[in-house]
T-cell receptor
Framework: KAGVTQTPRYLIKTRGQQVTLSCSPI?????VSWYQQTPGQGLQFLFE???????NKGNFPGRFSGRQFSNSRSEMNVSTLELGDSALYLC?????????????????FGQGTRLTVV | AQSVAQPEDQVNVAEGNPLTVKCTYS??????LFWYVQYPNRGLQFLLK??????LVKGSYGFEAEFNKSQTSFHLKKPSALVSDSALYFC?????????????FGKGTRLHILP
């Protein structure tokens, strides 16, 4: 079974530009979450999508947005990039919907996209 | 709101000694608890989970964790550390009884196993 796939692995962008990151979840998983990882802040929750609907959102500005398609693939977009957006962006998929009743409530992570803003 | 605390930024252990990485949590309902490990330039790998039942759960690579409800802790342990265990470890919690059900991570603990 293929794991979570994130593309691209590395990106270098200039301040003010926008960027789109892609995540393909494990087959059969309908929940996709995005996290920002930085050395100082650890893993910060961005948002979660389930069946094409944003179900949860973290405390990030509106420049960070996402969407999920009918095949559960998800994209994350960051507009008007700032230097502080440089980070490893991780995508995670899970089987469970709200309530976690499948017995497999854990998330499975992709290798991440390393975004550098210069 | 749910939260996770990992009180130690770094833990150093000699190879062959037992190791403990600490985690405490706060949720309004019954928690699902997880440990993940991250090696350099990689995503997070799932190690183990607690859902219900036996308070001692066993996971990958010889790791185990003990759920303590009264102390709201879920410490990660291994009887004999290996140099290859050196990595960044994250504790996480999910509160499925909360409308705001999502997985929240601690800030991570860097584990150094000294040869």
């Amino acid at each position: 079974k293929a794991g979570v796939t994130q593309t691209p692995r590395y990106l270098i962008k200039t301040r003010g530009q926008q960027v789109t990151l892609s995540c393909s979840p494990i087959s059969g998983h309908r929940s996709v979450s995005w996290y920002q990882q930085t050395p100082g802040q650890g893993l910060q929750f961005l948002f979660e999508y389930f069946s094409e609907t944003q179900r949860n959102k973290g405390n990030f500005p509106g420049r960070f947005s996402g969407r999920q398609f009918s095949n559960s693939r998800s994209e994350m977009n960051v507009s008007t990039l700032e230097l502080g957006d440089s980070a490893l962006y991780l995508c995670a998929s899970s089987l469970d919907g709200l309530g976690g009743r499948s017995g497999i409530p854990e998330a499975f992570f992709g290798q991440g996209t390393r975004l550098t803003v210069v | 709101a749910q939260s996770v605390a990992q009180p130690e930024d770094q833990v150093n252990v000699a190879e062959g000694n037992p190791l403990t990485v600490k985690c405490t949590y706060s949720v309004s309902g019954n928690p699902y608890l997880f440990w993940y490990v991250q090696y350099p330039n990689r995503g997070l790998q799932f190690l183990l989970k607690y859902i219900t039942g036996d308070n001692l759960v066993k996971g990958s690579y010889g790791f185990e964790a003990e759920f303590n409800k009264s102390q709201t802790s879920f410490h990660l342990k291994k009887p004999s550390a290996l140099v290859s265990d050196s990595a960044l470890y994250f504790c996480a919690v999910r509160d499925i009884e909360n409308r705001d059900d999502k997985i929240i991570f601690g800030k991570g603990t860097r584990l150094h196993i000294l040869p």
